[in-house]
């Protein structure tokens, strides 16, 4: 079955440590987003992706990058982790259908502490 | 102004009972909706679209009203299973999903 998954599902690093965090789906989707997830906010778009070598910034990128090599991954990196980007950060990922009504489908979620 | 707003509740439901809830949005050129649920913190899963003549599923209802910007959830016949975070989404430039805070019911025994 295809599914989409995220690693480390957990994570603690510290501030200034640069941390990767993986993005794998197997629907063979064109498009692939980075949400964060922070108590009173709904999910928050980081960066996203609509195919191979094409990467977008979302509302908050700001000490977040991305790559796309091919269609399957979408690492996020945190160039140098700061406390405030402790937060639960969810991997999506959607076909380009065209219809507007493209469901997205989500990872487990990656859990990161920075201390 | 957020541009998707909840109620964030929560919403406690007698099992069996009617509950429903509203979600708000500022982006008058939006063409999608959505209602996903969200369980303790894990990933976020669809549970239904809302078009624009409203829809069923099942004891789901969602409802549109783009002329007051809102959209609406009802759960009927609530079960313990229903307990959960629901986020109201709305489509806003291609493929970009805005998310509520999201709306907690509990239903309870």
């Known amino acids: 079955d295809a599914e989409i998954t995220q690693s480390p599902r957990h994570k603690i690093t510290e501030t200034g440590r640069q941390v990767t965090l993986a993005c794998h789906q197997t629907?063979?989707?064109?498009?692939m987003f980075w949400y964060r997830q922070d108590l009173g906010h709904g999910l928050r778009l980081i960066h996203y992706?609509?195919?191979?070598?094409?990467?977008n910034k979302g509302e908050v990128s700001d000490g977040y990058s991305v790559s796309r090599s091919n269609t399957e991954d979408l690492p996020l990196t945190l160039e140098s982790a700061a406390s405030s980007q402790t937060s639960v950060y969810f991997c999506?990922?959607?076909?380009?259908?065209?219809?507007?009504?493209?469901?997205?489908?989500f990872g487990p979620g990656t859990r990161l502490l920075v201390l | 102004r957020k541009e998707v707003e909840q109620d964030p509740g929560p919403f406690n439901v007698p099992e069996g009972a009617t509950v429903a809830f509203n979600c708000t949005y500022s982006n008058s050129a939006s063409q999608s909706f959505f209602w996903y649920r969200q369980d303790c913190r894990k990933e976020p899963k669809l549970l239904m679209s809302?078009?624009?003549s409203g829809n069923e599923d099942g004891r789901f209802t969602a409802q549109l009203n783009r002329a007051s910007q809102y959209i609406s959830l009802l759960i009927r016949d609530s079960k313990l299973s229903d307990s959960a975070t629901y986020l109201c989404?709305?489509?806003?430039?291609?493929?970009?999903?805005?998310f509520g805070a999201g709306t907690q019911v509990v239903v309870t025994p």
């Open positions: 989404v709305v489509e806003g430039s291609w493929g970009k999903f805005q």
């Open positions: 992706s609509y195919g191979v070598q094409d990467t």
């Open positions: 809302v078009y624009s």
């Open positions: 629907w063979n989707h064109n498009n």
């Open positions: 999506a990922s959607s076909e380009s259908s065209g219809t507007g009504q493209e469901t997205q489908y």
